[in-house]
Every structure is written in structure tokens, then in C-alpha cells.
């Protein structure tokens, strides 16, 4: 035990790897894990692996139903945002703070030049040690945070499926390549500086496969922004980050780092906006989302942020291009906007884009007329609508059928005229002496979350009509 017990503080308490004396082995150490790890995301998760009969077991083997892709919104039950839930928030928080600054770290530590006067490569080394040890057990954590979490209420053989979580599925192998890469982050201390951005490249790519993008049907596209997006990201928060450590030791240092950061922030800058945008065109059905869902307003929030930081980032410039060292108060701005940008990127992969709603099934039978509507998802922004109607066959089909959605705050300006289309019957619910028609509309927008009202007025070819005011919400 004691043996084990040295071995591990050697791991996380020394220079690296106490076997790694020599650059050659971390190097081979290095290729072996990133292909490792490569092999880990690219091979593809087992389609036909068999489930428990159990829902609950059967749920517990898909990591996106309970860890933000397909859940509820965080919070919405009736007890509102549990002990779990603010665990999971807070160590989501830790992980991108580290993930994104330890990688920004050594992307920039790798471009560092050489300048023998000076002391910021140094200074850059000396902080990558305890950097390392954080990002690991941070790692740590929020695979076993986020494990447990998805076994509460398992009653089978937990090691079996906690097996099956990261060696069958897409997200159970990012998380065992990203941990892979954090523990190998020790020796990449010890590498020559192209190898330690390979490995920070290599970590981003591996937290690429675990977001929001990768539930969709066709993520390519998507994977690749996010990756994108997650390097930009490791960029513009690891130079803040150097810059804030620079100005508190070297501010000499910091002033000459501050001239190549400026540049470069402004392309990142630009690019975490380009693929964001383009990310959340993929992600969300409807724009509408980004005001009617917890999802859509953090990333506003996100948004104006960023802002906030381009800003900063303008002045800071201007004093660059001046020769004049950054302004403290400025730079201390500039870090509390980017530590805030990042726990909300964190809150970001948790909770769901798109919220839950309840598809609308309403059905309605009486001496006449049998009617039932559909509208799915039922939310805001585009929706699906269906209408069957059954009238007495001695009437036919309905001489015409008008649909109207009223929201309750503004029945009578915001109402919706859906554009009901003649349907071929699929006679699922056969009534006998009725006959079934069809009807359907596609994107039809609900521009609000809420209280409406469906009025559906059916003219028969008698000259008869039938007025039906149907209540439903949307939220």
C-alpha cells in the first residue's frame, strides 16, 4: 500500500513521470495514448447492444437521456434545482474552467518565443505542473459525478454497466479518452513545444464528441465547428489567462505578451462567434428558442458577454499598439468576463436547447362529428399540425375545415391561420357509418409559450356548422 501510495504522489506531486526521464519515451508515451484515444472515438459504438429489459436500465445505458441532450430543463420540476443538480452545475463549471485554460496554456506555451532576455516561457513552464495536477482530478470528478448520476435507481450490477457506459457508447469513450489525455498531461510537461500543442488539440478534440452537436443526426459539420469553437475558446481564455499572470509577477513580461495576444484575440474572437452562431442554427428548430427556452437566454447571456469582452479587448489593443502596459483594472475585467463565459459554457452542456414539451393529442367523439388534433412538438417556434375529422357518411367529407390558434395574451392579433392541406386517410380509427378525412400543415410558428386556444370551425356539405374551441398549453 505504501508502494502504490509513493507511486501515485510521484505521478501527481513531481516533475512528470518519474519513468520518463528522456523526451523519446514521453514522446512515445504520447503517440501510443493519442492513438489510443483516437482509436476510442472513432470506432463505432456497438448498435446492437442489448439493454436490460428494465426502462430505467434500459435509460441508464444512454448517457444523452439524463446528462442534458434529451432531459427535461434543469430545474423545471416541482422541487426546483436539487443538492445533485447544483453538484453536477458546480463540477461542469470546474471541468471547462480547466479544460479550456490548461489547453490554452499549452497551445500558447508552444508559440511562446524563445527570447533569451526574457522570462515568459519560464514562467508559462512553472505554471503547467500544478495546471496538470488540477485538470486531472477535476477529470476525475466529473466522470464520477456524472457516472453515479446516471446509475440513481440502477439495481444490477453497476461495475457491469458502468463497463458497458465507456466502452459502448460515444460519451463513455470521450470521457475515457479525456481522461487518458489528462493523465498523460504529465509527461507532455517534459515535450518538445509542438507535442504539447498536439496534446491540447488532442483534449479538445476529445471534449468535441461529448456536446450537444454530437446527438444530432448528421454532426460532421457540427463536430468540427465545436472543435473549432472549443480551440478558439483555449486561445482567447489561455492568453487572458497569461496576461493576468504575467501583469501579477512580470509586467514587463505582460506588456510584451499583451502585443501578441491582441492580434490573435480578435480572430478568436471572431471565429467563437461564426461557429457559434452556426452551431445553434443546427442545434434549435426555430430561433424563437433562444427567448423562450433556459437554453436560448444563457446563451444570450453568453452572447453579451462576449461582447463585453471584445470591448475590453479593443482598449487593451490601443494600449498595445501605444507601447503602454495593460491597465489592471482592465485586465481584471477581462478575467472575471472570461471566468463567467466559461461557467456558463458549462451550464450550456447541460441543460437540454430544445425544451420539453408535451406533443398535443386531442381527441373528441360525439353523435356527428369525431374529431382529433395533433400538434407536435408543441412548442414554440415550428410545429407539425394534424387533423382528422369524421363526419356521418351521408355528408361526405367536410365542404371546408378552418383552423385558428389563439394565444390567450393577444387572442385576436396573434392569431395563428393554419393552412390546412387535404391528407390521404390512413383509416387507423375506423368508426362505422363515419367517414375519415385528413388534414395536415407543416411549420406552422407558435410565436409564444403559453395559454392558447384552437378554434376549429368544419362546415359540412349540408350547410351545417360546428364550432370547437379546444385549450391547450404549449410550455
Known amino acids: 500500500m505504501r508502494n502504490i501510495r509513493s507511486q501515485l504522489q510521484s505521478v501527481l506531486f513531481a516533475d512528470g513521470f518519474p519513468l520518463l526521464r528522456h523526451k523519446y519515451d514521453a514522446a512515445c508515451l504520447l503517440a501510443a495514448v493519442a492513438l489510443a484515444a483516437a482509436c476510442l472515438m472513432l470506432l463505432p459504438a456497438d448498435a446492437s447492444a442489448q439493454t436490460y429489459a428494465a426502462v430505467k436500465e434500459a435509460a441508464a445505458f444512454d448517457p444523452h437521456e439524463q446528462v442534458g441532450h434529451h432531459q427535461h430543463q434543469a430545474g423545471q420540476g416541482d422541487g426546483g434545482v436539487t443538492a445533485a443538480q447544483a453538484l453536477l452545475f458546480a463540477v461542469r463549471a470546474a471541468y471547462y474552467i480547466l479544460l479550456i485554460l490548461v489547453s490554452g496554456l499549452m497551445l500558447w506555451t508552444a508559440v511562446l518565443p524563445e527570447d533569451k532576455g526574457g522570462s515568459a516561457r519560464r514562467l508559462a513552464g512553472g505554471w503547467g505542473l500544478p495546471a496538470m495536477r488540477a485538470l486531472l482530478l477535476v477529470v476525475l ?4 459525478v456524472h457516472m453515479e448520476s446516471l446509475m440513481q435507481g440502477f439495481d444490477g450490477n453497476r461495475g457491469e454497466e458502468w463497463l458497458r457506459l465507456l466502452a459502448e457508447t460515444t460519451t463513455g469513450r470521450s470521457w475515457l479518452a479525456t481522461g487518458l ?49 472549443l480551440a478558439c475558446a483555449a486561445l482567447w481564455a ?11 509577477t512580470e509586467r514587463q513580461e505582460a506588456g510584451r505578451f499583451a502585443e501578441r495576444f491582441a492580434g490573435i484575440a480578435w480572430i478568436t474572437i471572431v471565429l467563437l462567434t461564426v461557429s457559434g452562431i452556426v452551431m445553434t442554427a443546427l442545434l434549435l428548430p426555430s430561433w424563437l428558442y433562444l427567448i423562450y427556452s433556459g437554453w436560448g ?9 462576449l461582447l463585453l469582452a471584445a470591448g475590453t479587448g479593443f482598449f487593451l489593443h490601443r494600449l498595445a499598439r501605444r507601447g503602454e502596459l495593460p491597465k489592471g483594472k482592465l485586465l481584471k475585467l477581462d478575467g472575471v468576463i472570461m471566468t463567467a463565459v466559461l461557467i456558463l ?28 388534433l395533433d400538434i ?10 394534424k387533423l382528422k375529422v369524421w363526419l356521418p357518411e351521408q355528408l361526405d367529407s367536410p365542404a371546408s375545415v378552418s383552423l385558428l390558434l389563439r394565444p390567450a395574451r393577444d387572442p385576436e392579433r396573434g392569431a395563428v391561420e393554419v393552412p390546412l392541406r387535404s391528407d390521404r386517410a390512413d383509416e387507423d380509427q375506423a368508426f362505422p357509418g363515419f367517414k375519415q378525412t385528413d388534414y395536415n400543415a407543416d411549420n406552422v410558428v407558435l410565436a409564444s409559450r403559453g395559454e392558447w386556444t384552437a378554434e376549429l370551425v368544419i362546415t359540412d356539405k349540408a350547410g351545417g356548422v360546428t364550432t370547437q374551441m379546444i385549450p391547450f398549453r404549449n410550455d
Request: no cysteine; proline share 8%; charged share 10%.
Open 181 to 229: 489525455l489528462a493523465l498523460l498531461g504529465f509527461a507532455v510537461l517534459r515535450l518538445p513545444d509542438p507535442l504539447k500543442a498536439v496534446w491540447a488539440l488532442l483534449l479538445l478534440a476529445s471534449e468535441s464528441f461529448n456536446g450537444h452537436v454530437n446527438a444530432l443526426p448528421s454532426n460532421t459539420l457540427a463536430i468540427l465547428l465545436d472543435f473549432i469553437h
Open 297 to 305: 437566454m444563457l446563451l444570450l447571456a453568453k452572447a453579451v458577454l
Open 345 to 372: 459554457a458549462g451550464f450550456l452542456t447541460y441543460v437540454s436547447p430544445v425544451p420539453h414539451t408535451e406533443p398535443l393529442n386531442y381527441h373528441k367523439m360525439g353523435e356527428k362529428l369525431h374529431y382529433t
Open 238 to 248: 489561455g492568453g487572458i489567462t497569461l496576461l493576468l499572470l504575467y501583469w501579477r
Open 376 to 385: 407536435n412538438p408543441n412548442g414554440p417556434g415550428p410545429n407539425q399540425v
Open 141 to 144: 470528478l466529473y466522470v464520477f
